[in-house]
């Protein structure tokens, strides 16, 4: 199987309940007639645990931005527990390393007294300490990020991570999953091809396979400094197609799922700045910091997050209202938007979806 770019749904490791199916369906229904004011929740709640790290990765845009390290509250995210019947997932995963909250795996065990399902993303280098929680707490799907498929490509561009550890963690999490005949957890792979490690791509497929992982998720390196910019594969057209056919290969011989973005000139977003954007209508997006914004990938704040106000009332504010109407406009959405880089909705089309180099990409995490 190969997604070249995500849809409305979201993965569907186990069938939602009654209650989620109908926010669901309403909440599209909502999304496909261009709502501003919603009746339904959120399908999604994503929460920046952190935006501090264990790694130092050559291209994390941590390095080009003004960084302050912030922690997700405890209150704050318990005061989300009631709506976690009704959303499909929470996800935890921002700019920072999530395992690294002191109570991540308390947080599993929260949102695992609910229906909705657990995803996160991580590093891979702390597997070993969260390991009985993800069989514990059930946790439906995680990604690991790698960047090379030799330890000596990965912790250049990943600088402290160790393949050799996280493969050793994940083919033991592997084994306990088939020896214990369960479904979960759905483990992938997110590679952030470059210029110095696209190359390795077809072997990190081989390697997935290996350890028995079920898919390999592909996305273009965004270039925020200087630096970097000889790693950029805008241009690089011809490198690009023949690595990812080989690839291609490689997965259907291997039967692993491939999430490849689409090639510059080729993407379906054609000349418009981006792909259809559905975060807004999605996602509840809440950062480390405590501030709301409408994705990742964008320096907007909305506003703090306040406990006290009904949730409903946070999730139909003027600034979400106004996000609705325009981040699909392409004459009135705002800068940001217009030169997006979040793998799933940008136009990779467009140069300013490889290279921010001089743009404000990040929020101004405060203390």
Same mark, same amino acid.
């Given at each position: ?59 994390? !845009?941590? *390095?080009? =931005?003004?960084? @302050?390290?912030?922690? /997700? +509250?405890?209150? #704050? ?5 009631? %709506? ?39 590093? !891979?280098? *702390?597997? =070993?300490?969260? @390991?009985?929680?993800? /069989? +514990?707490?059930? #946790? ?5 990020? %790698? ?221």
């Amino acid at each position: 199987m190969i997604l070249r770019a995500k849809t409305k749904t979201l993965f569907s490791g186990k069938k939602l309940t009654a209650l989620q199916q109908k926010n669901t369906d309403l909440n599209i229904q909502e999304l496909e007639a261009g709502k501003t004011i919603l009746a339904s929740y959120p399908r999604r709640l994503v929460f920046e645990l952190t935006n501090a790290c264990n790694l130092n990765c050559v291209m994390c !845009g941590r *390095n080009a =931005a003004d960084f @302050k390290p912030t922690m /997700f +509250d405890m209150d #704050v995210f318990r005061s989300f527990e009631p %709506l976690m019947d009704t959303v499909e997932e929470v996800t935890l995963m921002g700019w920072g390393e999530p395992t690294i909250h002191p109570h991540f795996n308390e947080m599993l065990e929260i949102i695992n007294r609910h229906s909705a399902r657990k995803y996160f993303c991580t590093n !891979g280098m *702390n597997l =070993a300490k969260i @390991k009985d929680a993800i /069989f +514990d707490y059930q #946790v439906d799907v995680f990604a690991v990020s %790698l960047d090379g498929a030799t330890d000596e490509t990965n912790s250049r561009i990943r600088r402290g991570s160790d393949i050799r550890q996280i493969t050793k963690d994940l083919t033991e999490i592997v084994r306990i999953k088939k020896e214990r005949n369960l479904t979960y957890p759905w483990i992938n792979f997110v590679f952030c091809a470059m210029r110095s490690n696209i190359e390795e791509l077809p072997d990190l497929v081989r390697l997935a396979s290996e350890i028995g992982i079920e898919e390999v998720k592909v996305v273009y390196l965004t270039v925020f400094g200087y630096d970097l910019m000889h790693e950029s594969l805008w241009g690089q057209e011809e490198l690009v197609h023949n690595v990812f056919e080989e690839t291609i290969r490689v997965g259907k011989q291997l039967g692993i799922a491939l999430k490849l973005p689409h090639y510059a000139g080729e993407d379906v977003a054609k000349d418009r700045y981006h792909k259809d954007c559905f975060v807004s209508w999605r996602d509840f997006f809440l950062g480390s910091d405590g501030y709301v914004r409408p994705c990742m990938s964008t320096p907007v704040q909305f506003f703090p997050y306040n406990m006290d106000t009904p949730f409903l009332e946070l999730w139909n504010a003027p600034e979400y209202q106004n996000y609705r109407k325009i981040v699909n406009n392409q004459e009135k959405m705002d800068r940001p938007c217009k030169r997006c880089y979040q793998s799933s909705h940008c136009n990779w089309n467009r140069k300013e979806s490889f290279i921010q180099v001089g743009e404000t990409f990040s929020p101004d995490w405060e203390k």
